[in-house]
């Protein structure tokens, strides 16, 4: 009874080990292939891009899903823009400000120079005085050396003759300040120019901003899955979703 017990267990391993021979011989056969050809395993990939946001905020929305295909400049979400929204009223109103204040400077310019017109007008006037000033005491010292006039007239005409040299260096000084005044009216003109570029550069920097805010597909693909769900607050730099380019396909094939 134990010996054939002990045999029939030997037949059934006879029997498996044989069924396992005859799969490995067919594996075998049927792998082997021509002559010349070898086998392999690979995967077909294609590019993969993650859109991310540039600036930090709450993603508002987001317009497609997974699944869906996009074409390049389609907007796929977009972020919050209120803060930024609020930046840039600022900034247009200090445009408008600085280029109110280049008008400003440019009147001031116009008012200094008719100031120095009118003060070299005065010089010459003053200098066309002094000259009568000094024919007169010409005529006067000449007169006086007959005695033909008074002491008194010479010495009123000589005091004249200096009053008008005076005023003649009066006059300069007020055109040399008028200058002055001219020379910083302009140099208020330039610093109003330089501030109308630099608040420009403002409005360019938070437009840019906004800009950026909408999310924009860099290429024709197909969504493959959602990184960030609405509400969600992302740093800059920060993942919304996946995208496909099918049109960028390669396969990757190990021997």
Partial sequence: MQARKYFRLITVVVVLASAVAAVILWQRRHNSGPSGIVSGNGRIEATEINLSARVAGRLAEVLVGEGDFVKAGQVLARIQTDVLDAQLLEAQAKLRQAKNAIITAQAQVTARESEKLAAEAVVLQRESEAQAAQQRLARTESLATTNAVSRQSLDD???????????????????????????????????????????????????????????????????????????????????????????????????
């Fill in 157 to 255: 005409d000589r005091a004249l003759a200096k009053s008008a040299e005076a005023a003649i260096k009066a006059a300069k000084a007020q055109v040399a300040a008028a200058g002055g005044g001219v020379a910083t009216a302009s140099a208020q003109v330039r610093d109003a120019d330089v501030m109308v570029e630099a608040v420009q550069a403002t409005v360019g920097r938070v437009q840019a901003e906004l800009d950026d805010c909408t999310l924009k597909a860099p290429r024709d693909g197909r969504v493959q899955y959602l990184i960030t769900q609405p509400g969600e607050v992302l740093g800059a730099g920060g993942k919304v979703l996946n995208l496909v380019d099918l049109g960028d396909v390669y396969l990757t094939f190990f021997l």
